[in-house]
T-cell receptor
């Protein structure tokens, strides 16, 4: 089956702009999580969506938001971009049933803010 | 102090060696994940553990809940195992905390 896809793969924006990133999970996966990875802070959890509801949220300012659609596709939005938002943004879709757990990461969107 | 500490930060091994990467955490967890990230950024989820031990091929992950410690072992290491290995703790509030990663290089 197709893997997790993220679009766009690369993006350059200027400070103050806003950006929307998209993630399409593996078919059948209802949970989508978003992560930010920077050289200085490493991997950090942004939020998780399950069945169109935000289930968990990390410690990020309100400029970072997300949503999930009925087909499980998810978007995250960052408003009023700052230089420090330059990072690799990863999404992962997961599925769990009893003791079985599957999680797959997308290739990421590399965002550069200038 | 980070909620999740990994050691070592960097590791170089000869092909065929047995490798151990350690992870200690300070939060109460519902699960602990081991991730593998290759150069170029792609991340693979290796294991999710809440107790005991799991094995997949040459990879073994163990967790000791009382000691708040997990280990990832690689048997018969191979150059293709070269990657960054990241430990991630999911606390009881469903918040993820990540270690800073262990960069492994396996030399042929």
């Amino acid at each position: 089956k197709a893997g997790v896809t993220q679009t766009p793969r690369y993006l350059i924006k200027t400070r103050g702009q806003q950006v929307t990133l998209s993630c399409s999970p593996i078919s059948g996966h209802r949970s989508v999580s978003w992560y930010q990875q920077t050289p200085g802070q490493g991997l950090q959890f942004l939020f998780e969506y399950f069945s169109e509801t935000q289930r968990n949220k990390g410690n990020f300012p309100g400029r970072f938001s997300g949503r999930q659609f009925s087909n499980s596709r998810s978007e995250m939005n960052v408003s009023t971009l700052e230089l420090g938002d330059s990072a690799l943004y990863l999404c992962a879709s997961s599925w769990t049933s009893g003791t079985i757990y599957e999680q797959y990461f997308g290739p990421g969107t590399r965002l550069t803010v200038t | 102090k980070n909620e999740v500490e990994q050691s070592p930060q960097n590791l170089t091994a000869q092909e065929g060696e047995f490798i151990t990467i350690n992870c200690s955490y300070s939060v109460g967890i519902s699960a602990l994940h081991w991730l593998q990230q290759h150069p170029g950024g792609g991340i693979v989820s290796l294991f999710m553990l809440s107790s005991g031990k799991k094995k997949h091929g040459r990879l073994i992950a163990t967790i000791n809940i009382q000691e708040k410690h997990s280990s990832l072992h690689i048997t018969a290491s191979h150059p293709r195992d070269s990657a960054v290995y990241i430990c991630a703790a999911l606390n009881t509030g469903n918040q993820f905390y990540f270690g800073t990663g262990t960069s492994l290089t396996v030399i042929p």
